[in-house]
């Protein structure tokens, strides 16, 4: 078996750090436009709730590759599969720093978002490959911080460098980024470790959904990480012009207040072992519900952008307490396809933060900041209630004989 990650041999902590550095580069990826919303409206002619959907643009095909990308990843192999997104993410990248075009500016986030789909789910997969059920929380919560380091970096790289680079030289960046996660794969995982690369079977990988989705706990794991999100993400890349609006300030404003989020999530990763310990996996739902409830009020009610931060901190805070655990538990609905089972997982979450967006954008003009946050506030802390009643701990997977 497996050794825990705080005293694992050599390669599975080479694993690790490789998987650390690809998640931070596609992360830092994701977040680095939300800051930057102002900006490109006013740059490209165009409104800020239009250009606000360049995050839809990158979420939902980083959604809809999620049922291809599974069933590749476990017949060629997860790390073949990640090191490839990360060169086309490098690409696309590149790609969005040349771009003077707002519609050319979509298809290349369209294309960058499809790329980053197969990094983090794909890393959460092989982590389930490697690291043993009873330790994985803490693992993930290890990997957790590189990735939230990743939006931590580039919401706030991106707010702070953007008079000094522009918003082309923040995409430069970015790709620059990307290509160390892809050198970092290339050059680090460790090959032959899985079983031989195959064609992928995606007649049998549609039996593997089927399969899946009839599983009573993994329904309720995707539909409450749908949820979540369109709870919790909706607002992000709205934040920048409200912030405007309300005369607090710009991109570096705006993303100061959104790094708050990552800066939750962080505090989580360093604290989840102790969390365990003291609420259980049950207890962590619903107080992670009540949290991002409170934050979520306060984001509304706030007319200061440092109060927006405070805010955002104590939502990623509460946020990863429920995610977190959602990504454990689906790691072992399907332990013979995990790749897939994670797919799904993220094909749920990431069509729900697309979502968000959108409903946000129609929500925010006709009801106001308040009482738009307020009904968002209200599905979170109900999502966190309802699944601490319906999950427990995720079943012991049988002893060996």
Known sequence: MTSAPDAAPAPL?????????????????????????GVLARDLGSDPHTVALLSTAFALPYALIQPVLGPVGDAL???????????????????????????????????????????????????GDRVPMQRRQVAIGRFLV?????????????????????????FAITAAVAALGAAAALLGFERGLGPPARRP???????????????????????????????????????????????EGGPREAGLALAGFA?????????????????GTTRMLAVGGAVCAVALLAVGLAGRWQLDAAALLALGFGFYMLHNTFQVQVTEVAPGARASAVALH???????????VAILGAALPVLGPFAALSACAA??????????RRLGPPPAPPRAA
């Open 13 to 37: 902590r080479r694993l690790l750090a490789v998987l650390s550095v690809a998640g931070f580069a596609s992360t830092f990826a994701g977040r680095s436009v939300e800051p930057l919303v």
């Open 77 to 127: 192999g997860k790390e073949r599969v990640m090191t490839a997104c990360l060169g086309i993410l490098t690409a696309a990248l590149a790609g969005c720093a040349l771009s003077g075009d707002l519609g050319l500016l979509f298809g290349l986030r369209i294309a960058a978002g499809a790329a980053a789909g197969g990094v983090v789910p794909l890393a959460l997969a092989l982590m």
């Open 146 to 170: 590189a990735v939230i380091l990743g939006q931590l970096a580039g919401s706030t790289f991106a707010g702070l460098i953007e008079a000094k680079v522009g918003w082309q030289g923040v």
């Open 201 to 247: 079977a995606f007649g049998e990988a549609l039996t593997r959904y089927r399969g899946i989705v009839a599983n009573p706990r993994a329904r309720i794991l995707f539909g409450a990480v749908f949820v979540e999100a369109i709870a919790v993400f909706g607002i992000f890349p709205h934040l920048a012009p409200l912030i405007e609006a309300r005369g």
């Open 263 to 279: 800066a939750g999530g962080l505090a989580y990763s360093l604290l989840v072992a102790q969390l365990l310990r003291l609420l």
């Open 346 to 356: 993220a094909f749920s979450f990431f069509c729900g933060q697309a979502l968000g």
């Open 379 to 388: 599905t979170i802390l109900a999502l966190g209630l309802a699944t601490a």
